[in-house]
């Protein structure tokens, strides 16, 4: 059959119409980012992977968090709870700029006051391993198919490792602690540079049994690696500030002139400026000879590793009596970080981890 012209010219213009609309039209993918509450669960299954055959597992929160004061971080955390015939754990996981940070293990609100709290603490699994080191060797694996990155150097680094003693070794650039106190295990794997460990992954064990879960390295970008102050120098400086260094008491009262007994003195990393951005700082701890008021009896002095400065003087004390106010007298123009600089990246982290929990339980108890 022979189109005649007009028909012809019809076609041509619908399908070039055709075309032009194709071409115009926004391209549409496919593929769905998972959401913070698949990618939990997809961590509690294929990371963790207790038997999920013989749990009823119910989503208990999803709260988005407001973004963290210091950083502007965006925080949101997934809360299942894991249900055996009536007990079993909450199951935490924490997302920072939509990345999983942390995750552990969490009492139930129906078992808060209940002898079987600990208990449902246990999870319950198909081949439930009783060597800790295969135990973190198999979630490592299994973490780095979940991220789909290389941790084979934190893998290795396990090798020949007995978790029932503790440990501290370095393979490469990466730090290993295992650290035992009375029920709890804790296998610690951080990136070294210049001898200064920093960011990494670790895991809680208790009774033997996956407890919590932490990894921080995508909340930190490094500023520089350079250690230009070494130990003895770091000492100096802080002995140097601290004879000048005072702090002043509730009532008004200033408090100088310490005598320093003995120092510590170890490299770590810390942000400068409010920001995500870490530097090497020598932390510093003098011990004074005897308690000053304030019930103070050391003084941690933060000093940049890279420059030598001064950005922060803290007092530790002890519970009761004075406590001291006005506390960081840096020399310089670098505005001190609030806080003390004598803690690593972790507990930073821990420390964050716990008071978004804690937010979240609160939350949680104003529903009900």
Same mark, same amino acid.
Request: net charge negative; aromatic share 8%; hydrophobic share 40%.
């Given at each position: 059959?022979?189109?005649?012209?007009?028909?012809?010219?019809?076609?041509?213009?619908?399908?070039?119409?055709?075309?032009?609309?194709?071409?115009?039209?926004?391209?549409?993918?496919?593929?769905?980012?998972?959401?913070?509450?698949?990618?939990?669960?997809?961590?509690?299954?294929?990371?963790?992977?207790?038997?999920?055959?013989?749990?009823?597992?119910?989503?208990?929160?999803?709260?988005?968090?407001?973004?963290?004061?210091? +950083?502007?971080? $965006?925080?949101? *955390?997934? !809360?299942?709870?894991?249900?055996?015939?009536? @007990?079993?754990? %909450?199951?935490?996981?924490?997302?920072?700029?939509?990345?999983?940070?942390?995750?552990?293990?969490?009492?139930?609100?129906?078992?808060?006051?209940?002898?079987?709290?600990?208990?449902?603490?246990?999870?319950?699994?198909?081949?439930?391993?009783?060597?800790?080191?295969?135990?973190?060797?198999?979630?490592?694996?299994?973490?780095?198919?979940?991220?789909?990155?290389?941790?084979?150097?934190?893998?290795?680094?396990?090798?020949?490792?007995?978790?029932?003693?503790?440990?501290?070794?370095?393979?490469?650039?990466?730090?290993?602690?295992?650290?035992?106190?009375?029920?709890?295990?804790?296998?610690?794997?951080?990136?070294?540079?210049?001898? +200064?460990?920093? $960011?990494?992954? *670790?895991? !809680?064990?208790?009774?033997?049994?996956?407890? @919590?879960?932490? %990894?921080?390295?995508?909340?930190?970008?490094?500023?520089?690696?350079?250690?230009?102050?070494?130990?003895?120098?770091?000492?100096?400086?802080?002995?140097?500030?601290?004879?000048?260094?005072?702090?002043?008491?509730?009532?008004?009262?200033?408090?100088?002139?310490?005598?320093?007994?003995?120092?510590?003195?170890?490299?770590?990393?810390?942000?400068?400026?409010?920001?995500?951005?870490?530097?090497?700082?020598?932390?510093?701890?003098?011990?004074?000879?005897?308690?000053?008021?304030?019930?103070?009896?050391?003084?941690?002095?933060?000093?940049?590793?890279?420059?030598?400065?001064?950005?922060?003087?803290?007092?530790?004390?002890?519970?009761?009596?004075?406590?001291?106010?006005?506390?960081? !007298?840096?020399?310089?123009?670098?505005?001190?970080?609030?806080?003390?600089?004598?803690?690593?990246?972790?507990?930073?982290?821990?420390?964050?981890?716990?008071?978004?929990?804690?937010?979240?339980?609160?939350?949680?108890?104003?529903?009900?």
């Amino acid at each position: 059959m022979k189109l005649s012209t007009k028909k012809a010219l019809a076609l041509l213009c619908l399908l070039a119409f055709t075309l032009f609309l194709v071409r115009q039209a926004p391209l549409v993918h496919s593929s769905k980012v998972p959401s913070a509450k698949e990618r939990a669960l997809t961590f509690i299954e294929g990371v963790i992977q207790p038997d999920m055959s013989k749990y009823n597992v119910t989503l208990v929160d999803d709260i988005v968090g407001q973004p963290l004061i210091q +950083t502007s971080e $965006t925080q949101e *955390s997934v !809360t299942y709870h894991l249900d055996n015939n009536g @007990s079993g754990p %909450d199951i935490i996981c924490l997302f920072i700029n939509n990345v999983l940070t942390s995750a552990g293990l969490s009492v139930n609100a129906a078992f808060v006051h209940s002898p079987s709290a600990e208990e449902s603490l246990t999870l319950l699994y198909r081949n439930p391993s009783t060597n800790l080191t295969d135990e973190t060797i198999g979630l490592l694996e299994r973490y780095q198919t979940y991220t789909i990155e290389n941790l084979s150097d934190m893998i290795a680094a396990l090798a020949n490792v007995d978790a029932t003693q503790n440990v501290t070794k370095t393979s490469g650039d990466i730090k290993l602690t295992v650290q035992n106190i009375p029920l709890e295990t804790t296998i610690s794997l951080k990136y070294t540079f210049n001898d +200064t460990e920093y $960011t990494g992954v *670790s895991f !809680t064990f208790r009774n033997g049994q996956f407890y @919590s879960f932490m %990894d921080d390295r995508s909340r930190w970008v490094i500023g520089n690696t350079d250690v230009n102050i070494d130990k003895s120098q770091a000492i100096d400086i802080a002995k140097r500030y601290a004879e000048s260094y005072s702090y002043t008491l509730d009532n008004g009262v200033a408090v100088k002139g310490f005598n320093v007994t003995s120092i510590q003195a170890a490299t770590n990393f810390y942000p400068r400026d409010n920001s995500t951005t870490i530097y090497p700082y020598w932390s510093v701890q003098l011990n004074l000879d005897k308690v000053y008021p304030g019930n103070v009896w050391q003084l941690s002095v933060g000093i940049w590793a890279d420059s030598g400065t001064v950005f922060l003087c803290q007092p530790i004390g002890f519970g009761g009596g004075g406590s001291p106010t006005g506390t960081q !007298t840096p020399a310089s123009s670098q505005q001190p970080q609030s806080g003390i600089p004598s803690v690593d990246l972790v507990i930073v982290a821990v420390v964050a981890a716990a008071v978004a929990i804690i937010s979240i339980l609160a939350i949680r108890r104003q529903r009900k």
